[in-house]
Nanobody, 121 residues
Framework: QVRLVESRGGLVQPGGSLTLSCAAS????????MAWYRQAPGKQRELVAQ???????RYADSVKGRFTISRDNARNTVLLQMNNLKPEDTAVYYC???????????????WGQGTQITVSS
């Protein structure tokens, strides 16, 4: 009965910022690790960022210094703050989670349905 629901996403100009959220219901959130992945048109799914519980993090090289993943434990939510967005960030972004630990690029069991981010002027 785990359910991961992402926020809307949308259109943002290059250099702009946007924060995604993913609300996790049906989980023991204190021991539930979470992550963001994305898939651009014509490309394979790739890691964006991961956060374990407690909150150690990992980032793809392409987003380091621009994106920040965090946990809002009071709301059972993971956030992805995206700054200095680039056209190559355009993709469907997927929330991921599971009762495990991220220590490589592989996802855990549960997925959200995805949200579209388009970076364009």
């Amino acid at each position: 009965q785990v359910r991961l629901v992402e926020s809307r996403g949308g259109l943002v100009q290059p250099g702009g910022s946007l924060t995604l959220s993913c609300a996790a219901s049906g989980t023991i959130f204190s021991i539930y690790a979470m992550a963001w992945y994305r898939q651009a048109p014509g490309k394979q799914r790739e890691l964006v960022a991961q956060i374990n519980s407690p909150g150690s993090t990992r980032y793809a090289d392409s987003v380091k210094g621009r994106f920040t993943i965090s946990r809002d434990n009071a709301r059972n939510t993971v956030l992805l703050q995206m700054n200095n967005l680039k056209p190559e960030d355009t993709a469907v972004y997927y929330c991921n989670g599971g009762y495990g630990h991220y220590n490589n690029d592989n996802p855990l069991r549960d997925w959200g349905q995805g949200t579209q981010i388009t970076v364009s002027s």
